[in-house]
């Protein structure tokens, strides 16, 4: 109860004090702050750390199934993280109250709560009647929840942001999270937003694993030599599986990685051949912790 508490006050006072680039008020904004957040896995101090943990990133077309357009199926998208298990989920294309295709609810808590697991939602644009943005899941308490805005190449382009959060793993440890989803139209508005995903996690003390959807070719080279600078892909070489589209997939732009590189060692990267939920295939990883 105590640690819950602390979480809480975090919580609040991380509220009271947001401000640009956490929660702009131009264009609207949403960082879910008040539940979900320490609901599972609480009270964890005196159990046994971690020896790995598991990680998924996936792009979940607002839970539409390409093949049923005008539909939305969440328990198809949560049963694809359920036969993962992954300990945490970094999702990108998350409706909350939207309207689009008739879908109101909010997306990562529906998904959150039928698999157990503790959320934050981070808006990027207002859209329809509610918010769209990216999200994290995890079987562990999260805190210290923050947002931030991505630079874009041209006025017209969409918002895109870093949701950045803190979980508490078992064993009196912790680590950073964070995820995000980049400009699909323009090769510079995607080198910005890197630089400043980099910027922005260049003070995180300890370990940091980041997903998402990047939109970008492996051939990038001006892109990931900024990436690959401070973070380790768990995928990196020429084999890496194609992640989109789902339906026929040709590029490899869903990623996962990790820093600092001696934290862990990779055990497994897996693309799971999902082509009925989503137009991504989700990408899986598992890290062994190097204590």
């Known amino acids: 109860m105590i640690k819950r508490a602390i ?3 975090a919580a609040i006072s991380l509220l009271a004090c947001n401000k640009d680039p956490y929660m702009p008020d131009n264009p609207p904004t949403y960082v879910d702050l008040g539940e979900g957040n320490a609901v599972y896995g609480t009270e964890n101090d005196e159990a046994a750390k971690l020896a790995s943990i598991k990680y998924m990133t996936y792009n979940i077309h607002a839970s539409n199934p390409p093949g049923a357009p005008g539909t939305v199926d969440v328990n198809a998208i949560v049963n694809v993280i359920a036969q993962a298990n992954p300990d945490v989920v970094l999702l990108q294309e998350v ?3 939207t309207g689009r295709n008739n879908y109101t609810g909010d997306m990562a808590k529906e998904i959150a709560t039928a698999l157990k697991m503790n959320y934050f939602f981070y ?6 009647r509610g918010l769209y943005g990216v999200a994290i899941l995890s079987k ?5 929840s923050r947002k931030y805005m991505l630079p874009k190449a041209t006025p017209a382009d ?6 950045v959060a803190t979980v508490d793993l078992p064993g009196i440890d912790s680590m950073v999270l964070a995820v995000t989803h980049l400009q699909h139209t323009s090769d510079g508005g995607r080198l910005a937003q890197v630089n400043e995903v980099i910027s922005q996690l260049s003070n995180v003390k300890g370990p ?8 970008e070719n492996l051939n990038a080279t001006d892109f990931f030599n900024v990436f690959d ?3 380790t892909r768990t995928c990196a070489t020429g084999t890496c599986t194609n992640t989109s589209s789902a339906q026929n997939p040709t590029v490899v732009i869903d990623h996962l990685a990790f820093r600092p ?4 060692s990779i055990m497994s990267h897996t693309v799971i051949p999902e082509r009925i939920a989503s137009d991504h295939f989700p990408v899986l990883a598992e890290l062994k912790f190097n204590r």
């Open 7 to 9: 979480y809480m006050l």
């Open 95 to 97: 409706d909350k109250g």
């Open 123 to 128: 808006s990027s644009i207002s859209y329809m």
């Open 140 to 144: 562990y308490p999260l805190s210290n």
């Open 158 to 163: 969409e918002q895109r942001v870093l949701g």
């Open 208 to 215: 940091v694993l980041i997903g998402g959807d990047f939109n």
């Open 229 to 231: 600078a401070v973070f």
């Open 261 to 264: 590189a001696a934290a862990f």
